[in-house]
């Protein structure tokens, strides 16, 4: 009976991480949509101005460009970890459970670097809507996740 509920818990974590992961996904690309279409465009005879970043985002502040890149990262591995733990949910045996559970905790190794730029990004402060969404989403993931990983482990 306890191996019937921790995959039913896991099941539940799966489904509530995925729409999450893919929350995140679509909100760091709408973020990376925005920064491509009215960041900085620099034409021919000019200069790159004194502190110019590769990683400029035309919203929030210094560290929105790093947040949503290892967002949209940890959003992608995350979704990929749980296609992959798909079969090992449907049959819950100890051959897949090692595959699933080391993509697991890759995903959530990636969503805590997503929650540290979070937390920077929270600190600087001036971001929109949006943004405070994906930072949510990113501090919220990263205990489902662990949660997620541990049933796995377990």
Same mark, same amino acid.
């Not at 790093?66 to 819950?92: C, E, K, P, Y």
């Given at each position: 009976?306890?191996?019937?509920?921790?995959?039913?818990?896991?099941?539940?974590? !799966?489904?509530?991480?995925?729409?999450?992961?893919?929350?995140?996904?679509?909100?760091?690309?709408?973020? !990376?949509?925005?920064?491509?279409?009215?960041?900085?465009?620099? @034409?021919? @005879?000019?200069?790159?101005?004194?502190?110019?970043?590769?990683?400029?985002?035309?919203? @929030?502040?210094?560290?929105?460009?790093?947040?949503?890149?290892?967002?949209?990262?940890?959003?992608?591995?995350?979704?990929?970890?749980?296609?992959?733990?798909?079969?090992?949910?449907?049959?819950?045996?100890?051959?897949?459970?090692?595959?699933?559970?080391?993509?697991?905790?890759?995903?959530?190794?990636?969503? *805590? *670097?997503?929650?540290?730029?979070?937390?920077?990004?929270?600190? *600087?402060?001036?971001?929109?809507?949006?943004?405070?969404? !994906?930072?949510?989403?990113?501090?919220?993931?990263?205990?489902?996740?662990?949660?997620?990983?541990?049933?796995?482990?377990?």
């Amino acid at each position: 009976m306890a191996a019937n509920d921790m995959r039913s818990v896991a099941s539940f974590l !799966m489904i509530l991480n995925f729409a999450m992961y893919v929350t995140l996904l679509g909100l760091g690309g709408w973020a !990376m949509n925005r920064a491509i279409d009215h960041g900085f465009i620099i @034409g021919s @005879g000019f200069a790159l101005p004194a502190h110019f970043s590769p990683i400029y985002f035309p919203m @929030g502040n210094a560290a929105t460009g790093f947040f949503v890149t290892f967002s949209l990262i940890a959003g992608v591995v995350g979704v990929a970890s749980i296609i992959a733990s798909i079969d090992n949910i449907r049959s819950w045996g100890s051959e897949g459970r090692p595959a699933a559970a080391s993509a697991a905790l890759v995903a959530w190794g990636l969503t *805590l *670097l997503s929650m540290g730029f979070a937390w920077k990004e929270i600190e *600087l402060e001036g971001r929109n809507a949006a943004l405070r969404a !994906m930072e949510a989403f990113s501090i919220i993931l990263s205990v489902t996740q662990f949660l997620y990983t541990v049933v796995l482990f377990g």
